[in-house]
């Protein structure tokens, strides 16, 4: 290694590890991938309980990178999270999925709610009610089913502002969801300082719930709480038949998760869209 001036850097970036490199030519080239149009969004489907019914979808967002193939959130929205990259990205998301939304209701006939994750540098963002704004009048949606995701543990960290912000979307129409919901160690009555909606119990709770009598006391509190609460409850990664048994004896309201199908390409799920799913 060569040790002069500019050597330090040499040396260190000699040193770099495989990942380390790789997770440095990763935040290069996401730096352009939404100027060259390589994110696209995969639609889960949500459905009812009862009925089977498609209810709507979760927007998960995916990179299509030129030499890697398709790259999956977790290994790129923690480094677009470390910079004001999530801003633009999130509002390329959101706006997706309302004219996503819409095309449904124009091509269908269908009335779905379409759920957007967003992330905690998106709810600090103090642009962000006005971001949106302008998102639901460009695409002309029905903020009424258009939810957003708000994962417990961002919610957490700065309640005040957090709440505040809340009451904003609130006021815009839109539908708002806490994501994980369990994870974060917050009591449920925390929640009603909150204009929440929906809560989205959480995948582990849910893998658990068969094998675990524990998990399935907490499932069923949680449920219940959640329903005197007026709460709408989602479960998300159902996986099995005895899950979705025991979560429909619970009286939870919706479901989503491998039992029903993966994360679909746009055009597999305007499939569903088009016959009317049910499942
Ligand atoms: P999440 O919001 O909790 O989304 C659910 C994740 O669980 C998705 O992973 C989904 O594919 C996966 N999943 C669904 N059903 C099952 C199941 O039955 N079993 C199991 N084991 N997994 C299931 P995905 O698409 O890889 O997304 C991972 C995370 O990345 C998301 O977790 C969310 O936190 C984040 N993410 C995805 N899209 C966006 C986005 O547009 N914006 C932001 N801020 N975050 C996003
Ligand atoms: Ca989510
Ligand atoms: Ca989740
Ligand atoms: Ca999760």
Do not use: K
């Given at each position: 290694v060569k040790k002069s001036g500019a050597g330090g850097y040499h040396y260190y970036a000699a040193g770099l590890n495989e990942n380390a490199r790789r997770r440095l030519a990763l935040e290069t080239d996401l730096r352009h991938a939404l100027g060259r149009g390589e994110f696209e969004l995969h639609f889960q489907p949500q459905a009812d309980?009862?009925?089977?019914?498609?209810t709507g979808a979760e927007a998960l967002l995916r990179w299509n990178h030129s030499e890697r193939g398709l790259v999956m959130p977790g290994d790129f929205i923690p480094l677009l999270e470390e910079s004001e990259l999530i801003l633009d990205v999130g509002a390329w998301v959101l706006e997706q999925a309302c004219l996503t939304q819409r095309r449904w209701w124009r091509e269908y006939g269908q009335d779905l709610v379409v759920s957007v994750n967003l992330s905690a540098r998106q709810l600090d963002d103090p642009l962000l009610v006005d971001r949106v704004r302008a998102i639901l009048d460009r695409t002309d949606?029905?903020?009424?089913r258009v939810e957003l995701e708000i994962t417990e543990s961002s919610l957490v960290h700065n309640p005040e502002e957090a709440a505040a912000t809340l009451e904003a979307l609130k006021r815009l129409g839109l539908s708002l969801a806490v994501d994980?919901?369990?994870?974060?160690?917050?009591?449920?009555?925390?929640?009603?300082?909150f204009p929440v909606d929906t809560l989205k119990i959480d995948k582990a709770f849910v893998s658990e719930l068969t094998r675990d009598p524990d998990t399935a006391g907490i499932v069923r509190a949680i449920i219940a709480m959640a329903g005197s609460l007026h709460c709408h409850i989602v479960a998300e990664g159902v996986e099995t038949l005895g899950q979705l048994r025991m979560l429909r004896q619970y009286g939870c309201h919706w479901m989503q998760g491998y039992f029903l199908s993966r994360p679909l390409s746009v055009d597999t799920f305007d499939d569903l869209v088009r016959d009317g799913h049910r499942f």
């Open positions: 309980m009862q009925t089977g019914r498609l949606v029905d903020p009424h994980d919901f369990g994870t974060g160690y917050s009591s449920l009555s925390y929640f009603r300082r």
